[in-house]
């Protein structure tokens, strides 16, 4: 699976770099609903940034407890990253 990294402080705001990272991300989308239509991935969590820093958090879970660490997980993990590029700015 393809990863975007977010780390660039998207340091090139030029079209072209902002149109491959769309793509990028477009590209992950597409990969992750072909393995949901293909049984392979049957809960996600999926936490998301939006250009103002608004986060939100995703899930497609089966049960309660299950949905809640996972989406715990990815709470935490986008709170480390939001941290970390607030630092390095």
């Known amino acids: 699976m393809k990863i975007v990294s977010i780390n660039d402080k998207m340091a090139e705001k030029t079209v072209e770099a902002l149109q491959a990272r769309k793509e990028s991300c477009l590209e992950i989308l597409d990969e992750m609903r072909s393995l949901v239509e293909a049984g392979e991935i049957?809960?996600?969590?999926a936490c998301s940034a939006d250009i103002n820093g608004s986060t939100q958090i995703h899930c497609a879970i089966k049960d309660y407890?299950?949905?809640?660490?996972?989406m715990e997980m990815g709470k935490y993990t986008l709170t480390q990253i939001t941290i970390e590029q607030?630092?390095?700015d």
């Open 42 to 45: 049957i809960e996600f969590v």
């Open 65 to 70: 407890l299950g949905g809640i660490g996972m």
């Open 86 to 88: 607030d630092y390095e």
